[in-house]
């Protein structure tokens, strides 16, 4: 099975501090995104890889950056945290290649995080 | 651009009825769609997906939906509730003019009433 883990469930950070959300992946996968989940509005795709040090904006880049330097591994990074980042964010991974548009797409369990 | 709409933020039924969640896409191209399902405190799973073979599409638990070019829709549907099936669900299209991402709909909330 394929398995996306995130480094942690929930997170209480103060407004302007520097947030690092880490995602590791274990199936070789191509591709890997960032979402913020919030009540209503669904998934909203932040960024998204889909090589080692490829990144492309998503839906909602703003205030957000991204780092892959290993293909397992897809970091989303909050400059200075800002109390409307308060959200729920999801990391997923796909196989990615000739699989392209039909992909399924593997989900971690997602970290809460709460700026104050 | 592609966008999907689901009817309903949230549906109850009873254990035992039929579970009906609505889902119509809008796309420039023939799309690909997915029907994903989140339990409490979980991330996403797939239920299923339309590439475009079968209309009728089977999916884990009991699951299905059907395409409906007419209509734009992927409703999926699940014949007897069970309280197990309470989560919520979203429905997704493929952009396959960026990248192959993915767009999710808002998300419907299923109760399930004992």
């Known amino acids: 099975d394929v398995k996306v883990t995130q480094s942690s469930r929930y997170l209480v950070k103060r407004t302007g501090e520097k947030v690092f959300l880490e995602c590791v992946q274990d199936?070789?996968?191509?591709?890997m995104f960032w979402y913020r989940q919030d009540p209503g509005l669904g998934l909203r795709l932040i960024y998204f890889?889909?090589?080692?040090?490829?990144?492309e904006k998503g839906d909602i880049p703003e205030g957000y950056s991204v780092s892959r330097e290993k293909k397992e591994r897809f970091s989303l990074i909050l400059e200075s945290a800002s109390t409307n980042q308060t959200s729920m964010y999801l990391c997923?991974?796909?196989?990615?290649?000739?699989?392209?548009?039909?992909?399924?797409?593997?989900f971690g369990p997602g970290t809460r995080l709460t700026v104050l | 651009a592609q966008s999907v709409t689901q009817l309903g933020s949230h549906v109850s039924v009873s254990e035992g009825a039929l579970v009906l969640l609505r889902c119509n896409y809008s796309?420039?191209?023939?799309?690909?769609l997915f029907w994903y399902v989140q339990y409490p405190n979980q991330g996403l799973q797939l239920l299923l997906k339309?590439?475009?073979?079968?209309?009728l599409v089977k999916g884990i638990n009991g699951f299905e939906a059907e395409f409906k070019k007419s209509e734009t829709s992927f409703h999926l549907t699940k014949p007897s509730a069970h309280m197990s099936d309470a989560a919520e669900y979203f429905c997704a299209v493929s952009d396959k003019t960026s990248y192959d991402k993915v767009i999710f709909g808002p998300g419907t909330s299923l109760s399930v009433i004992p």
């Open positions: 199936m070789d996968h191509e591709n």
């Open positions: 997923a991974s796909s196989l990615g290649g000739l699989a392209g548009a039909t992909d399924t797409q593997y």
């Open positions: 339309y590439t475009s073979a079968a209309t």
């Open positions: 890889s889909y090589d080692v040090k490829m990144k």
């Open positions: 796309s420039s191209v023939p799309p690909y």
